[in-house]
């Protein structure tokens, strides 16, 4: 049984899309289908866009937006600290 994040069984979606059949006709159906697709990839296109601007004003203002160049060095400080702790067990056995 398919679950979808609102909790809708297959069922329930096949009821669903018999009803839209019913509705809108089995002519029109690729048509909406059509127009929600070409609004998300809008959505989208528009989210990247506004993403992209966000970094641009940042960085013209200095800001740091790579998080990952933190998480790394971070990273690398905590192997260092675990290289010398069992660096030193090592030694011992």
């Given amino acids: 049984m ?7 069984s297959g069922a329930e979606i096949a009821f669903i899309m018999f009803i839209l059949v019913m ?4 002519d029109k159906i690729p048509d909406i289908a059509r127009g929600l697709g ?3 990839r809008t959505l ?8 992209s601007e966000i ?3 940042a960085e013209k203002q200095g800001i740091d937006t790579d998080i990952s ?3 790394r060095s971070e990273i690398s400080k905590v192997k ?14």
């Avoid at 398919?2 to 809708?8: A, G, K, Q």
């Avoid at 509705?23 to 089995?26: C, N």
């Avoid at 989208?44 to 993403?51: G, P, V």
Wanted: hydrophobic share 40%; proline share 2%.
């Fill in 23 to 26: 509705v809108f006709g089995a």
């Fill in 2 to 8: 398919i679950t979808l994040p609102l909790f809708i």
């Fill in 55 to 57: 970094q641009k004003s």
């Fill in 80 to 93: 260092e600290d675990i290289d010398e702790i069992t660096g030193s067990v090592k030694r011992r056995l």
């Fill in 44 to 51: 989208r296109n528009a989210s990247n866009d506004i993403k």
């Fill in 69 to 71: 160049k933190d998480v």
């Fill in 38 to 40: 070409k609004g998300m």
